[in-house]
């Protein structure tokens, strides 16, 4: 079953001093024997400065090195601090140069699918301006091309801004158009018409995450019954940042996320054969 754990599941963790990166492959591999990484950049960044700054490529290149050590696939990198928008036109280009430094990162450490944000407010949520938009999807597009180019798939997930409007998400990923452009779908999380939102941005979904609310809801097997039904052949993410017990917290969601794929499947294979 294609199963992940994201890494800012164990921020709390990572606070207390008690994990660093090479610990979270460990805890991954050999807690919960899984051979796949959801990596968040919070691990190896410096976040001294306004932007958080991505460690060295030595750095870099020694996580590409123990994934390789531990047959591990990176099967989404998650980046903050490279978002797309910021009303000041200096943090847009610091933003860009270092959205292409995470890159350049995620190209060597071979991870198939990269998340970088729309921007905007995480409390203040409105549509998009036409300037905007414009930037977005064409910045967007220039990643996609790239992407294209080594392999993996790339977009924001409904995290912040727009990006938590599910008719902004459907406007910016048919205005793309391309095929190395797909979106990180945190289920349910949404500000406008939840009920339908996952639905809306399914056709472009190439990951997922759940977090505790995600699991517990009463529709959670109808979502990913949903995005099968859809096509969707990705990997089941859990992000759930525990305030604390957060081992036995994931233990808890891996269990519980793999009966709720296995449930969903099941549903689906009858359905199909009646």
């Given at each position: 079953?294609?199963?992940?754990?994201?890494g800012?599941?164990?921020?709390?963790?990572?606070k207390?001093?008690?994990?660093?990166?090479?610990?979270?492959?460990?805890?991954?591999?050999?807690?919960?024997?899984?051979?796949?990484?959801?990596?968040?950049?919070?691990?190896?960044?410096?976040?001294?400065?306004?932007?958080?700054?991505?460690?060295?490529?030595?750095?870099?290149?020694?996580?590409?090195?123990?994934?390789?050590?531990?047959?591990?696939?990176?099967?989404?990198?998650?980046?903050?601090?490279?978002?797309?928008?910021?009303?000041?036109?200096?943090?847009?280009?610091?933003?860009?140069?270092?959205?292409?430094?995470?890159?350049?990162?995620?190209?060597?450490?071979?991870?198939?699918?990269?998340?970088?944000?729309?921007?905007?407010?995480?409390?203040?949520?409105?549509?998009?301006t036409?300037?905007?938009?414009?930037?977005?999807?064409?910045?967007?597009?220039?990643?996609?091309?790239?992407?294209?180019?080594?392999?993996?798939?790339i977009g924001p997930?409904?995290?912040?801004?727009?990006?938590?409007?599910?008719?902004?998400?459907?406007?910016?990923?048919?205005?793309?158009d391309?095929?190395?452009?797909?979106?990180?779908?945190?289920?349910?999380?949404w500000?406008?018409?939840?009920?339908?939102?996952d639905?809306?941005?399914?056709?472009?979904?190439?990951?997922?995450?759940?977090?505790?609310?995600?699991?517990?809801?009463?529709?959670?097997?109808?979502?990913?019954?949903?995005?099968?039904?859809?096509?969707?052949?990705?990997?089941?993410?859990?992000?759930?940042?525990?305030?604390?017990?957060?081992?036995?917290?994931?233990?808890?969601?891996?269990?519980?996320?793999?009966?709720?794929?296995?449930?969903?499947?099941?549903?689906?294979?009858?359905?199909?054969?009646?």
């Amino acid at each position: 079953m294609n199963i992940s754990i994201g890494g800012y599941s164990f921020f709390n963790t990572f606070k207390e001093g008690k994990m660093d990166v090479f610990g979270y492959l460990e805890t991954v591999k050999y807690r919960y024997r899984l051979d796949t990484v959801d990596l968040w950049n919070g691990f190896f960044v410096d976040r001294s400065g306004p932007i958080p700054k991505l460690a060295d490529e030595d750095y870099i290149r020694k996580i590409k090195e123990a994934l390789d050590e531990k047959e591990m696939t990176v099967v989404n990198f998650a980046i903050d601090g490279a978002h797309l928008w910021d009303p000041d036109p200096d943090m847009r280009a610091r933003l860009y140069d270092n959205a292409l430094e995470h890159l350049r990162a995620a190209e060597t450490l071979g991870a198939r699918t990269v998340r970088i944000d729309t921007g905007g407010s995480y409390e203040h949520v409105e549509t998009l301006t036409d300037e905007q938009f414009e930037h977005i999807v064409a910045r967007y597009r220039e990643y996609a091309r790239r992407a294209a180019d080594f392999g993996y798939k790339i977009g924001p997930e409904n995290h912040m801004g727009a990006s938590l409007i599910p008719a902004e998400m459907k406007r910016i990923a048919e205005a793309v158009d391309h095929p190395s452009f797909g979106i990180l779908l945190h289920i349910g999380r949404w500000r406008e018409d939840p009920e339908h939102g996952d639905a809306i941005v399914a056709p472009w979904t190439v990951h997922t995450h759940f977090d505790a609310k995600t699991l517990t809801s009463p529709d959670a097997i109808d979502k990913v019954r949903m995005l099968l039904q859809q096509g969707y052949t990705g990997y089941w993410g859990i992000e759930q940042n525990s305030p604390d017990n957060q081992y036995a917290e994931i233990e808890w969601m891996v269990a519980g996320v793999k009966k709720v794929v296995h449930d969903a499947a099941r549903q689906q294979t009858e359905e199909g054969s009646e």
